[in-house]
C-alpha cells in the first residue's frame, strides 16, 4: 500500500483537515492547525508532502522521524502541527486497514471512557455562573475558563477580587465536587500570577492552567511554592524534549499536550508515559475541532494517567460550525454524565463528511486571535 495524494482544507470555523489517500482506496483524515496561522501550517504541509508520496502509511514510526529529522531545524508549533496532522491520517489509515480503533493499536484500553470537561465565559470571562449551570444541565461535570482579562506585570487588586467573585460564585451554586479549571492563558506574570494563585487556594479548583507564560516555566518553581492547588501547562509545548525540564523539575502536575501540535498521536502517547514515569496527570488540550477530539480520545483510552479531556462543543470561537457538523454520525461524541464513551470504529472512530468538508473550504476563514493593549498602549497578552 501506497500514500498516492494528499489534500487541505481550511475550513470554518478556524481549522485546517487533511486528507491521505492511498492505492488501496484507504483514507485518513488529520487535523493540523495552529489557531491563527492555519495558512501557514497548510504551505508547511505541502512542503512536506514529497516526504509522504509512495510512501507505505503503515510505517507511521519511520514516516515520523523522516518529517522531524529529515530537517536540520526541528520543533516549534508550525512543523510539529504540520507533523501532528499526518501522523493522526496515518494511523486512521493504519486502523482502518486492520478493521481496529486506533487504541487496540497502540497498546489498547485500560478505559472505557473518558471524562470530559466543557469551556465556558469567553475571551473576556462574561455570565459565569450561567453557563456553568448550563454545562452542569448538560451533562457537564466539569468546566474550564479564563481567569482574567488583561492583566500587567502588577495590577489592580480589583481584578483580583473579580476572579475570586467569578470562582466563587460557580463553587456556591454547584458545589464542592464541581470541577472547576481556571485557565491564566499565559496573561499573568509571576508577581500577580503568585497572588492569584493564593487567593483561589479556598475554593479547591480542579487545576490552574498556564500561571505563567510557557517560555517563563522557571517561574513555576515559586508558583508551586504559593499554592497547593495542582499546576497545568503544555499547550504550548511540541515535543517530548519540550516536556523533558519541566517534568524534571517536578513543579507540574498536570501536562496538557495538544495531539494537533505536539507531533500527533505518536509523540503524544510518548509524552504522556514520559509523564506517568513522573506521577504526572494528563488533560490533552484540544479547543479543536473533530478530527483532533477523535485523536485525543484514542490515545486517552489507552494511557492510564490522563484523567480528563478537553473538547469544543459550543465553545465561543465555534459560532456557525462545530465540531458536530463535520461528521457524519455525530453520536460518537455523545457526552453522559460527564463522560464520553471510547471510539471502537476503525482508524480515529469517526466518519468525516467529506461533501461538507469541501463545501465549507470554499467559505474558508481567515481567523486571528485578539490583540489586546493595556491602557498605557503596550500590547496585552491574549
Known amino acids: 500500500m501506497k500514500i498516492i495524494s494528499l489534500e487541505t482544507f481550511i475550513v470554518p470555523p478556524r481549522w485546517l ?64 502541527s504540520a507533523i501532528a496532522g499526518i501522523d493522526q491520517a496515518l494511523w486512521d489509515i493504519k486502523g482502518k486497514f486492520y478493521n481496529a480503533p486506533v487504541s487496540d493499536l497502540i497498546g489498547g484500553v485500560c478505559r472505557e471512557k473518558t471524562r470530559v470537561y466543557s469551556w465556558i465565559g469567553g ?5 459565569i455562573l450561567e453557563q456553568a449551570k448550563n454545562a452542569h444541565k448538560n451533562g457537564f461535570t466539569a468546566i474550564k475558563m479564563n481567569a482574567t482579562e488583561e492583566l500587567q506585570f502588577i495590577d489592580n487588586y480589583s481584578k483580583i477580587d473579580s476572579v475570586i467573585e467569578r470562582v466563587a460564585i ?13 485557565d491564566f492563558h499565559g496573561r499573568v506574570h509571576k508577581p500577580m500570577g503568585k497572588v492569584l494563585a493564593k487567593e483561589l487556594e479556598q475554593f479547591h479548583p480542579m487545576f490552574i ?36 525540564q519541566i517534568l524534571a523539575d517536578g513543579y507540574v502536575d498536570i501536562i496538557q499536550p495538544d495531539l494537533s501540535h505536539a507531533g500527533g498521536i505518536t509523540e503524544c502517547k510518548k509524552i504522556i508515559s514520559m509523564a506517568e514515569a513522573y506521577d504526572v496527570a494528563v488533560a490533552p488540550h484540544c479547543p479543536l475541532g473533530p478530527i483532533a477530539l477523535a485523536s485525543c480520545l484514542q490515545v486517552d483510552a489507552t494511557s492510564y494517567n490522563v484523567f ?47 461533501d461538507y468538508v469541501r463545501e465549507m473550504a470554499v467559505i474558508g476563514h481567515e481567523w486571528k486571535n485578539p490583540v489586546w493593549h493595556h491602557t498605557d498602549g503596550t500590547i496585552a497578552e491574549w
Not at 46 to 56: A, F, M, P, V
Not at 123 to 127: C, E, G, I, M, V
Open 123 to 127: 475571551d473576556r470571562p462574561n455570565d
Open 308 to 354: 480528563i479531556q478537553e473538547q469544543s462543543l459550543g465553545i465561543h470561537y465555534n459560532v456557525g460550525n462545530d465540531i458536530l457538523d463535520y461528521l457524519v454520525d455525530p453520536n460518537v461524541f455523545q457526552y453522559n454524565d460527564g463522560f464520553v464513551h471510547n471510539l471502537n470504529k476503525p482508524g480515529l472512530g469517526i466518519e468525516i463528511n467529506e
Open 170 to 182: 460557580i463553587r456556591e451554586n454547584l458545589g464542592k465536587d464541581f470541577g472547576i479549571g481556571i
Open 17 to 80: 483537515f487533511l486528507k491521505l489517500t492511498t492505492n488501496e482506496g484507504i483514507i485518513g483524515w488529520g487535523e493540523p492547525v495552529v489557531e491563527g496561522r492555519a495558512a501557514t501550517v497548510k504551505a508547511c504541509v505541502h512542503e512536506l508532502e514529497s516526504y509522504l508520496i509512495g510512501k507505505n502509511p503503515l510505517n507511521i514510526e519511520g514516516i515520523w522521524n523522516e518529517l522531524y529529522r529529515g530537517g536540520f531545524y526541528r520543533g516549534g508549533p508550525i512543523l510539529m
Open 209 to 244: 492552567e498556564e500561571p505563567v507564560l510557557p517560555e517563563n516555566n522557571e517561574a513555576l518553581r515559586e508558583i508551586a511554592h504559593h499554592t497547593n492547588i495542582p499546576i497545568a501547562t503544555g499547550e504550548r509545548m511540541y515535543s517530548r524534549w519540550d516536556f523533558k
